[in-house]
Nanobody
Framework: QVRLVESGGGLVQPGESLRLSCAAS????????MGWYRQAPGKGREFVAF???????KITDSLAGRFTISSDHAKNTTYLHMDSLKPEDTAVYYC??????????????WGQGTQVTVSS
């Protein structure tokens, strides 16, 4: 079983920055990629960013320029850096990861989410 724990959320004012962290732990053989999604009140979950084990990244177009994703492979951790935050960025941010728990057994895990609230 692979567990993901997000941290770094909170209440910030418009224009401020936050860095979210997501740490994977458990029976990890390898991680192929880690990503972030978010779900605003009353809306569906939407893709935010993804990073592969080789460092290739994808940021949803509307957030590129304000959000960046990075990772620390040694710590099985991914980070979401969010700048110039806006009230519409308010959401629960979820981390996910894809990889293997053994040479033949894949996993796909989600974290519990961390709340980000942008308000003056």
């Amino acid at each position: 079983q692979v567990r993901l724990v997000e941290s770094g959320g909170g209440l910030v004012q418009p224009g401020e920055s936050l860095r979210l962290s997501c740490a994977a732990s458990g029976n990890i053989f390898s991680i192929e990629g880690m990503g972030w999604y978010r779900q605003a009140p009353g809306k569906g979950r939407e893709f935010v960013a993804f990073i592969t084990s080789r460092g290739n990244t994808k940021i949803t177009d509307s957030l590129a320029g304000r959000f960046t994703i990075s990772s620390d492979h040694a710590k099985n951790t991914t980070y979401l850096h969010m700048d110039s935050l806006k009230p519409e960025d308010t959401a629960v941010y979820y981390c996910n990861a894809d990889g293997k728990v053994s040479a033949d057994e894949p996993f796909h895990s989600w974290g519990q989410g961390t709340q980000v609230t942008v308000s003056s």
